[in-house]
């Protein structure tokens, strides 16, 4: 019973040092949306994904994917037939299918993408292999208002 009593007061003593290393949590979890998902190497995803969220994809995922104000990231595991739609989007893995980046593209130096790609910024590292067309027209209405005010003028 006395052994009992003596716990007591060690728990109350862990009690501070879990609220000490709270703060050192919140830095780790400090990112460009806040939260990531993992969609891990044994899941298999057939369909639509949509979220709010930063997504990290390990699996084979077929369908599409709409992340337009968050980042994708295909993981070097990533198997994706799938045409996807995020702010940024990062290829460490395998993608089929067309890739619309609101803000960029990066195929890494493990990426390998056959598709399309739309979006203002594409990097493609050393390594990469790519097949499908780029287009970087990020502003396309803008060149075509600039004819019409001309032909006004």
């Known amino acids: 019973m006395f052994?009992?009593?003596?716990?007591?007061?060690?728990?109350?003593a862990a009690a501070p040092a879990a609220k000490s290393?709270?703060?050192?949590?919140?830095?780790?979890?400090?990112?460009?949306?806040?939260?990531t998902t993992t969609i891990g190497a044994s899941i298999n995803l057939n369909g639509e994904l949509k979220?709010?969220?930063?997504?990290?994809?390990?699996?084979?995922?077929?369908?599409n994917i709409f992340l337009k104000e968050h980042n994708l990231t295909i993981g070097e595991q990533g198997k994706i037939k799938a045409n996807a739609f995020a702010k940024t989007?990062?290829?460490r893995g395998e993608l089929t299918?067309?890739?619309?980046?609101?803000?960029?593209?990066?195929?890494?130096?493990?990426?390998r993408v056959r598709g399309n790609i739309i979006a203002p910024?594409?990097?493609l590292e050393e390594g990469a292999t790519f097949k499908g067309s780029i287009d970087m027209d990020a502003k396309a209405?803008?060149?075509?208002?600039?004819?019409?005010?001309a032909k006004s003028a």
């Open 97 to 111: 299918g067309d890739l619309n980046g609101l803000d960029k593209v990066t195929i890494t130096s493990t990426g």
């Open 89 to 91: 989007i990062t290829v």
């Open 51 to 63: 979220g709010n969220e930063d997504l990290l994809i390990q699996g084979q995922v077929e369908g």
């Open 3 to 12: 052994d009992k009593s003596k716990k007591e007061p060690e728990k109350k």
């Open 21 to 35: 290393s709270a703060p050192a949590s919140k830095p780790a979890s400090v990112s460009n949306s806040g939260q």
């Open 141 to 149: 209405g803008k060149p075509a208002a600039q004819p019409a005010s």
């Open 121 to 123: 910024k594409v990097i």
